[in-house]
Nanobody
Framework: QVQLVESGGGLVQAGNSLRLSCAAS????????MGWFRQAPGKEREFVAA????????YYADSVKGRFTISSDNAKNTVYLQMNSLGPEDTAVYYC?????????????????????WGQGTQVTVSS
């Protein structure tokens, strides 16, 4: 079993930065791919970024490419999402997710159904 706990959300002004953290527990083999998704009110959950550390790949949604960076600290079993140049369109609940599968393409990494474990989410609000 894998447990994921997000932190780091909050209220920021447009143009500023936030770093989200996702503390993971459970077997590493159950966390072959780690991802971040977000869900704004009235919208479906959407892919933000993912990383397959054993495979050395990271994937990003076009809407965040160049602004967001996903990284991991294996010693701390923690995955981060550094978010820069935030805008009101980034306002959402951000979820950390883990998959037992090693995603080899962005198409695979983007699928909500591909992830087996989810955190409870952390709110990010960006004011204009």
């Amino acid at each position: 079993q894998v447990q994921l706990v997000e932190s780091g959300g909050g209220l920021v002004q447009a143009g500023n930065s936030l770093r989200l953290s996702c503390a993971a527990s459970g077997r590493a083999s159950s966390r072959s791919t780690m991802g971040w998704f977000r869900q704004a009110p009235g919208k479906e959950r959407e892919f933000v970024a993912a990383g397959t550390w054993g495979f050395g790949r990271t994937y990003y949604a076009d809407s965040v490419k160049g602004r967001f960076t996903i990284s991991s600290d294996n010693a701390k079993n923690t995955v981060y999402l550094q978010m820069n140049s935030l805008g009101p369109e980034d306002t959402a609940v951000y979820y950390c997710a883990a998959s037992t599968r090693l995603m080899r393409t962005i198409a695979q990494a983007m699928g909500v159904a591909a992830y087996d474990y989810w955190g409870q989410g952390t709110q990010v609000t960006v004011s204009s």
